[in-house]
């Protein structure tokens, strides 16, 4: 990280995939992981999913949720290394 930036970024954001970040399924996704090392490195850090598995799920109906919750988080702060899903 301090080889690709000169500081910490201000946040992480991960994903969006297919299916549901939730109990075990943490363990396993890579959008949860980025998120979760990001958070080791004490960066704030959102993991997103769309709870639909088909191949041509349309991720556009979350765009602007996304784009609200990490206006938010910046605004209003997270605290460092907290991870969010």
């Known amino acids: 990280l301090r080889q690709l930036l000169n500081r910490k970024p201000d946040i992480c954001v991960s994903g969006i995939n297919h299916g549901s970040n939730s109990s075990i399924n943490v363990i396993y996704s890579g959008t949860m992981s980025a998120a979760i090392e990001a958070g ?33 988080a910046l605004q209003n702060g997270i605290p460092k290394a907290t991870v969010f899903n």
């Not at 639909?52 to 979350?62: H, L, N, P």
């Not at 949720?65 to 990490?70: K, L």
Request: with cysteine.
């Open 40 to 72: 080791i490195e004490g960066i704030p850090a959102i993991g997103f999913s769309l709870c639909d598995y088909k191949w041509e799920a349309d991720f556009s109906q979350a765009q602007d949720f996304i784009y609200s919750i990490v206006a938010q």
